[in-house]
């Protein structure tokens, strides 16, 4: 599939998960507090994985695992920069689910918020945002989908493109 170069989207395809992980670090490096990514996608499709990298564009402390059991994780920056915070909403059964995690504290706070199964809550999810969809193409590679929605989100993506493509 040959990337899709819109102002706003475009795709991508990883054929590792240290390709993943690059691209999620380059990702880190041009995010900043208060952003939100949402993250869709089959088990086992890259979302941890570029939110690894996205933490270490970061420099945030420790290691970063699959929220999925306790919701979210929260890392602190090495540094003065911003708190990721992790959210996994594969567990989430309905909107109730939802607002008892406090996920809006996360999404308008003061870090960057990955959120992985963030299709299960897309109605809570903020209008101007960075949204990545996962999919398989064979047992090593992956096609990211990567849409901005919102100026700040647009300008991420062209810098992220020329980061990937130098284009």
Same mark, same amino acid.
């Given at each position: 599939m040959s990337p899709i170069l819109t102002n706003h989207a475009f795709d991508a395809v990883t054929h590792?998960?240290?390709?993943?992980?690059?691209?999620?670090?380059?990702?880190?490096?041009?995010?900043?507090?208060?952003?939100?990514?949402?993250?869709?996608? %089959?088990?086992?499709?890259?979302?941890?994985?570029?939110?690894?990298?996205?933490?270490?564009?970061?420099q945030v402390v420790g290691i970063i695992n699959s929220p999925t059991f306790v919701f979210v994780n929260e890392y602190p920056p090495a540094d003065k920069g911003p708190y990721l915070?992790?959210?996994?909403?594969?567990?989430?059964? %309905?909107?109730? %689910?939802?607002?008892?995690?406090?996920?809006? %504290?996360?999404?308008?706070?003061d870090g960057v918020t990955v959120i992985?199964?963030?299709?299960?809550?897309?109605?809570?999810?903020?209008?101007?945002?960075?949204?990545?969809?996962?999919?398989?193409?064979?047992e090593m590679k992956r096609s990211l989908i990567i849409d901005a929605t919102g100026q700040h989100y647009i300008e991420i993506v062209a810098a992220l493109k020329r980061a990937i493509y130098g284009a």
């Open positions: 590792s998960p240290a390709q993943t992980l690059a691209i999620g670090e380059r990702l880190g490096q041009l995010l900043r507090a208060g952003d939100v990514v949402c993250l869709q996608g %089959d088990l086992g499709t890259g979302k941890t994985c570029l939110t690894q990298g996205i933490g270490i564009g970061l915070y992790h959210v996994d909403l594969y567990r989430v059964s %309905d909107y109730w %689910d939802i607002l008892s995690l406090g996920l809006e %504290d996360y999404i308008y706070g992985e199964w963030a299709d299960r809550a897309r109605e809570a999810m903020p209008r101007e945002r960075l949204w990545i969809t996962f999919a398989y193409t064979d």
